[in-house]
Structure formats: C-alpha cells, structure tokens
C-alpha cells in the first residue's frame, strides 16, 4: 500500500500565496506522474498541474502564471501565488505508483487539503 499525505492548505486572503506539499510513502519502487487536482462544490474534479519524474510539467490555463508545480522524488509540491477566490477548492494529491518490477502502475490518491480563498 502507497499513501499520500497533504498538508499546507488554508485559508488566505485574495492575492495571497500557498505551497501544497504532498508525500508519498508505503510500498514504492517508482513513482511516475504526480499530479494536484482540485475539486470545489458542485464541481467536476479537474486537473491543476503534473509533473513526471524527468520534471516534465502541464499546468492548467486558468492557473499558469501563478501556480508552479515541482517535485523531489516522491514529494509533489504546488506553489501557488496571487490567489483568487475561485481558486477555492480541495486540493488534492495524485501519484502514478509502481510498486515492484514489471508490477502494473497504480493510481493512489491523497485525502486533499481544502484551500480557502476570502475576497
């Protein structure tokens, strides 16, 4: 079994910053793709940012000139800057995991931090 664990979220003013972490621990041999999604009420869950393990990033057009995405092996984190109300949502944690050779990759989510955005 693979977890992953969120923390940094808050709540912070319009115009504000905050930096999502995300670890990965468990039964790891390679993790692959991690990702940040976000999901607010009475919305779909949509992807914000991903990054593989060469540093490859995609980053979602709504938040492209304020959030950074970056990685340390098995640790995701989100910078995100100039925040805005609509930024408000749970955020959470995704990791493409392989965890043996030759074993099918699996995908693990974390439980999300909830990021609150005052106007």
């Known amino acids: 079994q693979v977890q992953l664990v969120e923390s940094g979220g808050g709540l912070v003013e319009a115009g504000g910053s905050l930096r999502l972490s995300c670890a990965a621990s468990?039964?790891?041999?390679?993790?692959?793709?991690m990702a940040w999604y976000r999901q607010a009420p009475g919305k779909e869950r949509e992807l914000v940012a991903s990054i593989t393990r060469d540093g490859t990033t995609n980053t979602a057009d709504s938040v492209k000139d304020r959030f950074t995405i970056s990685r340390a092996v098995h640790t995701v984190y989100l910078q995100m800057n100039s925040l805005k109300p609509e930024d408000t949502a749970v955020y959470l944690c995704?990791?493409?995991?392989?965890?043996?050779?030759?074993?099918?990759?699996?995908?693990?989510w974390g439980q999300g931090t909830q990021v609150t955005v005052s106007s």
């Open positions: 995704n990791a493409d995991v392989l965890e043996a050779w030759g074993a099918p990759s699996r995908d693990y």
């Open positions: 468990g039964n790891i041999f390679w993790i692959n793709t």
